[in-house]
Each structure stands twice: as structure tokens, then as C-alpha cells.
């Protein structure tokens, strides 16, 4: 039986997906963002945040569809 997880993870990468997409202002300038924001402006962090969140979905994806493995017992 698989765990939590996978869907977990998947559910992350989608909300910074979203959160990239819609621009939220929670989101965008939250305490942790603004780094990114300095870096790469706000559209290079909207960006940023897509394609993070991409990559972390993906991951998710690949745990739930046991592409990726988790390890022992996973």
C-alpha cells in the first residue's frame, strides 16, 4: 500500500504552480519569496515558482505512479 506521500508532494508542486500562475499576493511576497523577488524581479519569480513547481509535481507524480521509488518498505 502506498503512503500519503506521494500525493503530498504532488499537491505542493501544484500549489507553487498555482501560486506562480495567479500571482498571489501571499504568495509572491510572503517573508520567504522576496529573496526570488529581489533576484529575478516579480515575473522571473513567477517563473521561478512554475517551473519549481514542475519539477516538485513531476517528483510526486513519478513517487505516485512508483516510477521513483521511495526506498525500503515505500
Wanted: aromatic share 14%.
Amino acid at each position: 500500500m502506498q503512503t500519503l506521500a506521494p500525493y503530498l508532494i504532488l499537491a505542493i508542486g501544484l500549489f507553487s504552480i498555482a501560486g506562480g500562475v495567479f500571482g498571489w499576493g501571499f504568495f509572491i511576497n510572503s517573508r520567504k519569496a522576496r529573496i526570488w523577488v529581489k533576484l529575478f524581479g516579480v515575473g522571473g519569480a513567477r517563473i521561478f515558482y512554475v517551473l519549481l513547481g514542475r519539477v516538485v509535481a513531476g517528483v510526486g507524480a513519478g513517487m505516485a505512479a512508483v516510477v521513483i521509488p521511495m526506498g525500503k518498505g515505500g
